[in-house]
T-cell receptor, first 118, second 114 residues
Framework: AQKITQTQPGMFVQEKEAVTLDCTYD???????LFWYKQPSSGEMIFLIY??????QNATEGRYSLNFQKARKSANLVISASQLGDSAMYFC???????????????FGAGTRLAVHP | DAMVIQNPRYQVTQFGKPVTLSCSQT?????MYWYQQKSSQAPKLLFH???????NEADTPDNFQSRRPNTSFCFLDIRSPGLGDAAMYLC?????????????FGDGTRLSIL
């Protein structure tokens, strides 16, 4: 069974500094995908970044980048130049195939609560 | 903008009183999901639809049911809510055969049980 582990329940960072949120995963499927979502206190889940197992380069989206280390089975999210609005819960998730319909469900980690201090 | 809309944002119901949460989408996605997220926990899939085909997770309580009358709308019915059903309920959509695309979530409905 697939599993996502986020070992940091909470993280603090100073505004304008970079922060790394850890995510490790376990799967026996050679083809997999990893997603990071942000969930502010208001509750909506906001997609941030995606990394596929066959992607040659680490994914980047603006201030977000993924430090993808396949051999270590880790996909850490790096947020550069933190802003106060980055304070939120962050979830790492892996897609798991549903039947053979070509679509997936998400297996989420426990999440990391990030607090950005001025 | 194409989006996933959940109503209401906040729902309060009494113990044992049936409640319905709604989700609509303008993305025209085939797949719709309902997740339950209890306080300080990760979202957990309850069930999903591929078009009209309904599938529930093995551990989804019988108390939870769903309807999808058309592509755009999906409803979550809780027949007899218990205190343990208080949670955030998230609706999401996706397209098949494109696994690299993220699921699109609504803003969620926060359900409280009195």
């Amino acid at each position: 069974a697939q599993k996502i582990t986020q070992t940091q329940p909470g993280m603090f960072v100073q505004e304008k500094e970079a922060v790394t949120l850890d995510c490790t995963y376990d799967t026996s499927d050679p083809s997999y995908g990893l997603f990071w979502y942000k969930q502010p206190s208001s509750g909506e889940m906001i997609f941030l970044i995606y990394q596929g197992s066959y992607d040659q380069q680490n994914a980047t989206e603006g201030r977000y980048s993924l430090n993808f280390q396949k051999a270590r089975k880790s996909a850490n999210l790096v947020i550069s130049a933190s802003q106060l609005g980055d304070s939120a819960m962050y979830f790492c998730a892996m897609r798991e195939a549903l039947f053979s319909g070509g679509y997936n469900k998400l297996i989420f980690g426990a999440g990391t609560r990030l607090a950005v201090h001025p | 903008d194409a989006m996933v809309i959940q109503n209401p944002r906040y729902q309060v119901t009494q113990f044992g009183k049936p409640v319905t949460l709604s989700c609509s989408q303008t993305l025209n996605h085939n797949v719709m999901y309902w997740y339950q997220q209890k306080s300080s926990q990760a979202p957990k899939l309850l069930f999903h639809y591929y078009d009209k085909d309904f599938n529930n997770e093995a551990d989804t309580p019988d108390n939870f049911q769903s309807r999808r009358p058309n592509t755009s709308f999906c409803f979550l019915d809780i027949r007899s809510p218990g205190l343990g059903d208080a949670a955030m309920y998230l609706c999401a959509t996706s397209t098949p055969f494109n696994p690299n695309q993220p699921q699109h979530f609504g803003d969620g409905t926060r359900l409280s049980i009195l």
